[in-house]
C-alpha cells in the first residue's frame, strides 16, 4: 500500500513538472504570488480568506484537467478538426469560468 502511495505521489510529481512548462499555468502562478500574500495579510475574515484560496487552487486544477484534455486531443490528430476545436473550448471555458468566479469573489471581499 506505501509503494502505490509512493508511485502515485512520483505521478503527481510528473505531472506537475509537465505543467509548469504550460504559459497559462505560470501566468496563473504568478498571479498566486500576489494573490496569497494578500490572502494572508489582509483584513477580511477568515471565511473569506479560505473561500479565495480554495477558489484559486480550483483555478489551478482546473487548469491542468484542460491542459490534459488539449494533449489528449492532440494525440488524435494535429489536423484541424472542429469537434476537437469545440472540446478544447469547452476545456478552457471552464477554466474562465472559475477565472471569473475568483475575480469576482476577490472584489467583493476587500
Known sequence: MISKLYKNFINSLNGLKIVFREQSFVMELILGAFLIPYIFLSNTEFNNKLLLLVLYFLLLA???????????????????????????????????????TLIITFFLTI
Open 62 to 100: 482546473t487548469e491542468i484537467m484542460n491542459t490534459a484534455i488539449e494533449r489528449l486531443s492532440d494525440k488524435f490528430t494535429r489536423d484541424f478538426d472542429n469537434d476537437i476545436k469545440n472540446i478544447k473550448d469547452l476545456s478552457s471555458a471552464s477554466v474562465f469560468i472559475v477565472l471569473i
